[in-house]
């Protein structure tokens, strides 16, 4: 085919910002900091704004050593190279989630009049970021479809312990975010 019959225009999905980049680390820390200005919106506080975004990358950076740590010692230990990318395209994708929610999210905290209830959406929006970030992880670290016992046993113990950390980290915005705030 000449090269003026071949389309120009490709339809082909862009390519995801490397985990390294400039834009990929804005993206990954621009979701919680979004959920975070919201929530510090809602109950007139800044700390949440602070707060959560250090709670979420805080986590990761503490908890990550141990993940694979923990699958060296059961031999399913991917590439360190192949665990970097997993984890930055991981944020990469915890960010988009959190960007994504976060229209919806001042909405709805807004047009509540319970500061309890906007806390508890926030958490909502925060949580279902970071399970969809913790599944996007599992498939960049083994493959889509990758099944192991001592794998999936491993990734999901380190989960729940990280997940755990984060909440209770999390719960002591509660006190802030539950405050008598005026509707």
């Given at each position: 085919?000449?090269?003026?019959?071949?389309?120009?225009?490709?339809?082909?999905?862009?390519?995801?910002?490397?985990?390294?980049?400039?834009?990929?680390v804005a993206i990954a820390a621009a979701g919680p900091t979004?959920?975070?200005?919201?929530?510090?919106?809602?109950?007139?506080?800044?700390?949440?704004?602070?707060?959560?975004?250090?709670?979420?990358?805080?986590?990761?950076?503490?908890?990550?050593?141990?993940?694979?740590?923990?699958?060296?010692?059961?031999?399913?230990?991917?590439?360190?190279?192949?665990?970097?990318?997993?984890?930055?395209?991981?944020?990469?994708?915890?960010?988009?989630?959190?960007?994504?929610?976060?229209?919806?999210?001042?909405?709805?905290?807004?047009?509540?009049?319970?500061?309890?209830?906007?806390?508890?959406?926030?958490?909502?929006?925060?949580?279902?970021?970071?399970?969809?970030?913790?599944?996007?992880?599992?498939?960049?670290?083994?493959?889509?479809?990758?099944?192991?016992?001592?794998?999936?046993?491993?990734?999901?113990?380190?989960?729940?312990?990280?997940?755990?950390?984060?909440?209770?980290?999390?719960?002591?915005?509660?006190?802030?975010?539950?405050?008598?705030?005026?509707?």
């Amino acid at each position: 085919m000449s090269p003026l019959l071949e389309p120009s225009v490709s339809f082909a999905a862009p390519a995801m910002p490397t985990p390294a980049s400039p834009i990929a680390v804005a993206i990954a820390a621009a979701g919680p900091t979004a959920i975070g200005a919201i929530a510090a919106v809602r109950v007139g506080d800044a700390a949440p704004a602070l707060a959560i975004p250090a709670v979420v990358l805080g986590v990761a950076a503490a908890t990550l050593p141990a993940l694979y740590i923990a699958t060296a010692v059961t031999g399913a230990a991917p590439p360190l190279d192949r665990v970097a990318r997993a984890v930055g395209r991981a944020l990469v994708a915890l960010g988009l989630v959190a960007l994504g929610l976060a229209a919806p999210l001042l909405f709805l905290t807004t047009t509540t009049t319970e500061p309890s209830t906007a806390f508890a959406l926030t958490s909502v929006a925060l949580v279902t970021a970071l399970a969809i970030g913790l599944r996007v992880l599992h498939r960049e670290l083994w493959g889509p479809g990758a099944r192991g016992l001592g794998r999936d046993a491993t990734f999901l113990v380190w989960a729940a312990a990280a997940m755990i950390i984060g909440a209770r980290l999390y719960g002591e915005l509660a006190p802030v975010a539950t405050a008598g705030v005026a509707p």
